[in-house]
């Protein structure tokens, strides 16, 4: 029995040290990226400019396996683009193993509103070489931006959330709050004006727990300034937790 325990000690060192560590990605690695796929911004939609933004993130991840925690950061570059409808999609490149998106569209009662999320996570180690796509699309997008945004105004929006992994559903129903019309968030050393917006997310299905976040917004372009979060789920393949706040060293994005 001895003999067996310390078998499967050693294999679980060899699979934790064998594993593939990830690397933080640079603004040069997000605007190759950017480059190869066009780029291109739509004009006249008073959104934020198309690009790759320098930020900086700290935080973690977890899939629920023992060892296999990872932090993001500290560098996480931030890509908007474009599709022609006029919805922008703003990309947090976290690291080498961890990306997350947010679609924003224009809306009937919204300058721009939430209208989907993408979360796309990696692990390899000896044996194992897991990558999974989360994508949630809001059939009732979340209004993150409008004229005459109050302190204290509440929108709610419902989105359905899969994974290229197997057919489960998860089900999230989201509020948005309005909490500081005249905030601010310091980029470059100034002080940059901001909305800033939570939102809660309580989800069910395939998945449960919850998702909390707060987030400065450019006041003209609904560009996030600033981002932090914590989530936590449990059921479906495995239990999963997030935390990260990420925050632009820039507002001039490369091309």
């Excluded at 947090?92 to 193993?97: I, K, P, W």
């Excluded at 979060?229 to 999963?240: F, K, Q, R, V």
Aim: glycine share 12%.
């Amino acid at each position: 029995m001895v003999a067996l325990c310390v078998v499967v000690v050693v294999g679980g060192l060899w699979f934790v040290r064998g594993r593939d560590p990830a690397r933080a990605l640079s603004d040069s690695d997000a605007l190759s990226d950017f480059r190869e796929g066009g780029g291109a911004a739509v004009e006249g939609t008073g959104g934020p400019a198309a690009g790759v933004y320098a930020a900086t993130a700290s935080g973690n991840e977890s899939i629920g396996l023992p060892g296999f925690d990872e932090s993001l950061g500290p560098s996480a570059p931030v890509t908007v683009t474009y599709d022609d409808t006029g919805c922008f999609t703003y990309r947090a490149d976290f690291n080498s193993h961890h990306w997350r998106s947010w679609t924003f569209c224009p809306g009937g009662t919204a300058t721009f509103a939430l209208q989907g999320i993408e979360s796309w996570t990696a692990r390899k180690a000896p044996g194992m070489d897991v990558a999974t796509l989360s994508t949630y699309d809001c059939d009732t997008p979340i209004d993150f931006l409008w004229s005459s945004m109050a302190a204290g105004d509440r929108r709610t929006g419902a989105c359905t959330g899969t994974t290229d992994a197997d057919d489960s559903v998860t089900d999230d129903a989201a509020t948005m709050e309005v909490l500081d019309t005249e905030d601010t968030v310091t980029i470059a050393g100034e002080e940059v004006s901001a909305l800033r917006i939570s939102t809660s997310d309580a989800l069910s299905g395939a998945q449960t727990g919850s998702e909390h976040g707060e987030w400065w917004l450019d006041p003209a372009t609904g560009l996030p300034l600033r981002v932090s979060i914590e989530s936590a789920l449990e059921g479906g393949l495995a239990d999963y937790s997030e935390q990260f706040d990420l925050v632009l060293s820039t507002l001039t994005p490369a091309t």
